[in-house]
């Protein structure tokens, strides 16, 4: 058990990186740079050790990389 992670990161993380892709279409780029953020921040700190991926789900190196381009994008 790691202190650092919340319950339910995935399910933010999922539903920021939802949100941040509407705010993008919607031209609101500082909004979803921000939650793109969280989200990157969310992958790569909530493993057992600091800057480790999240070890509990195994799309969590294709969900970063894929936040990150898109970060790179905004």
Do not use: F, W
């Not at 279409?25 to 969310?42: N, S």
């Not at 480790?52 to 898109?70: H, K, V």
């Amino acid at each position: 058990s790691n202190p650092s992670r919340l319950p339910g990161s995935i399910e933010v993380a999922n539903t920021l990186g939802a949100l941040s892709s509407l705010y993008t279409k919607q031209g609101r780029y500082a909004d979803a740079e921000r939650l793109l953020r969280r989200v990157v921040q969310i992958y790569q700190g909530s493993g057992s050790n600091p800057g480790d991926l999240l070890n509990y789900t195994p799309d969590a190196a294709r969900i970063l990389a894929e936040s990150q381009r898109s970060l790179g994008q905004i």
